[in-house]
Nanobody, 120 residues
Framework: QVHLVESGGGLVQPGGSLRLSCAAS????????MGWYRQAPGKERELVAS???????NYADSVKGRFTISRDNAKATVDLQMNSLQPEDTAVYYC??????????????WGQGTQVTVSS
């Protein structure tokens, strides 16, 4: 079982920056990958960025060059630095982790979500 807790959302003006953080707790064998999804009103949830335990990263085309994901395996945390934010980045952002639990079963876990609003 993995519990994910997010922090760092809020209201920011266009062009501004925010940093999201997510901490995983619980007992598990491996967490891979760990990352962030977002869901805007009326839209499907989409991948923003993910990081493997080995350090490889994956970004949505819409955020490449603006967002940076960083992961600390020892602390079981993943952060998302978001720069040059635009109104279209407004969404609820969810931390995500895929974990190999102690019963040797892979499961998907989600945080409760944190609102990011980009508006002037």
């Amino acid at each position: 079982q993995v519990h994910l807790v997010e922090s760092g959302g809020g209201l920011v003006q266009p062009g501004g920056s925010l940093r999201l953080s997510c901490a995983a707790s619980g007992v598990t064998r491996v967490i891979n990958p760990m990352g962030w999804y977002r869901q805007a009103p009326g839209k499907e949830r989409e991948l923003v960025a993910s990081s493997s335990s080995g350090g490889s990263t994956n970004y949505a085309d819409s955020v490449k060059g603006r967002f940076t994901i960083s992961r600390d395996n020892a602390k079981a945390t993943v952060d998302l630095q978001m720069n040059s934010l635009q109104p279209e980045d407004t969404a609820v952002y969810y931390c995500y982790a895929r974990a190999l639990d102690v019963d040797v079963t892979w499961r998907d876990y989600w945080g409760q979500g944190t609102q990011v609003t980009v508006s002037s």
